[in-house]
């Protein structure tokens, strides 16, 4: 059916006068989007990447190559929701970052997505309109490249001494091409007359640029920033002070500083200390009230006050008399006060002043 239309429009072609050339181009246009005679049917090239990582605000392409495409067309599917992107050269979507870009003659089919957002990542599906539809999967990952200076963002260095900046790059889909240090916003010359100016990067998964400036002086002083070529810059304050400082100023936003934490070891010592007194304070006065209340009762025996200590017990031969017994009694309690309240408890209410 297909040979008897191409020869039924070759032969309007040839008595409308078309010229030879004109008449290639016309059947050139036309085949490339018919099927190759004697071949199968349309196929994905795998060797395109299907694991693609994208920088936020970026531009991104997912590209899937077709072969013997014929007159089946490519549309790009996303699968979070099912949305129909584009479809051939054309593009459907309200959504003005995402266009459909394809060259006459190519295999590539490439979606574009502008200003790339961390939304953006998911499956996406180049499908072929074959019956049923065939389809070929690329997932995209919309990355944040973070980039830090460590000891930020305020650092205090001794006049003198070698201000050592340390830029680290994270997250970036391939190491920066190029890592820019500037002062106070002005690329640093490392052949400027100052000297001791030095730049050692190391690119890797984790990319560190590491900016040496010997003897700093006071001119040293300002903000210093590292801008990675794929990331975002990262910037740091530099002070140059003279002497020794607390070391919580050369950390920057270091808060951990022991001189600006409250005691907190204090309110615990105040309050056992407290406590041990205040134990003595009633041991002494339990003490005396046992005392007082033996001293009030003269016929008590000797061997029930536990504060009148006699080398031995007394016999019916030396018994003292009433008048002795309290005498002693009162001697012992102003002993045994004095050992108990000698650490400034007063003397007893009992006995008096």
Known sequence: MSTHRLIFLGILCLLAGCADGASKRFFTDFLQDLPTPGTGGPTFDTTIGTNITGLVGKTVKLTCRVKNLGNRTVSWVRHR???????GRYTYTSDQRFEAMHSP???????????????????YECQISTTPPIGHSVYL??????TDIIGGPELHINRGSTINLTCIVKFAPEP?????????????????????????????????????????????SGLYTCTPSNANPSTVRVHIVDGEHPAAMHTGNNNNSTASQPPVLLPLVLL??????????????????TAAAAALVPDT????????????????????????????????????????CRRGFGRSPVLGT
């Open 301 to 340: 025996p000797p061997g029930l006050l536990r504060i009148a200590h006699h080398p031995r017990s007394p016999s019916t031969k030396d018994t003292p008399s009433n008048g002795q017994r309290s005498t002693r009694i009162s001697q012992d309690l102003q002993r045994e006060e004095g050992d108990l």
């Open 81 to 87: 929701d099912i949305h129909l992107l584009t479809v």
């Open 176 to 220: 920066p091409p190029t890592v820019i240090w500037s002062h106070n916003r002005e690329i640093i010359n490392f052949d400027s007359p100052r000297g001791g100016i030095s730049l050692v990067t190391e690119k890797g998964v984790l990319t560190t640029s590491r900016l040496l400036v010997q003897k700093a002086i006071t001119q040293d």
């Open 105 to 123: 003659h190519a295999e590539d089919w490439t979606l574009r997505i502008r200003y790339a957002q961390r939304k953006d990542s998911g499956i």
């Open 141 to 146: 990952n919309i990355v944040e490249p973070v």
């Open 272 to 289: 056992t200390c407290g406590t041990l007194m205040l134990l003595q304070l009633v041991a002494c006065c339990s003490a005396l009230v």
